[in-house]
């Protein structure tokens, strides 16, 4: 069984920062990308960036130059490191990794978010 626990969340003012971080542990071979979603009050739930084993990242286009996605591999946690922070990055956000078990199987798993409210 594989476990994510996100960490990192919490209030902050419009113009700050936060680092969110996700680790992961349990059984299994390796973990290919790992990402950042989050889910907004009565929105569905959207990429925010992901983040292969090389490190080559990708950001949807609301976050793109403030919000830098980042792995470290010999510990299996991802961070996404938010500057810049906007009331509408309000939301649940959620770690996502794609992991290999020891059987050479890949599926998803998911964390269960940790809430990031931006606000004055």
């Known amino acids: 069984q594989v476990q994510l626990v996100e960490s990192g969340g919490g209030l902050v003012q419009p113009g700050g920062s936060l680092r969110l971080s996700c680790a992961a542990s349990?059984?299994?071979?390796?973990?290919?990308?790992m990402g950042w979603y989050r889910q907004a009050p009565g929105k569905e739930r959207e990429l925010v960036a992901g983040?292969?084993?090389?490190?080559?990242?990708n950001y949807a286009d609301p976050v793109k130059g403030r919000f830098t996605i980042s792995r470290d591999n010999a510990k299996n946690t991802v961070y996404l490191q938010m500057n810049s922070l906007k009331p509408e990055d309000t939301a649940v956000y959620h770690c996502?990794?794609?992991?290999?078990?020891?059987?050479?199987?890949?599926?998803?798993?998911w964390g269960k978010g940790t809430l990031v409210t931006v606000s004055s």
């Open positions: 996502n990794a794609q992991v290999v078990a020891p059987t050479y199987y890949a599926m998803d798993y």
């Open positions: 349990g059984s299994f071979f390796r973990i290919n990308t």
């Open positions: 983040i292969t084993s090389g490190g080559s990242a």
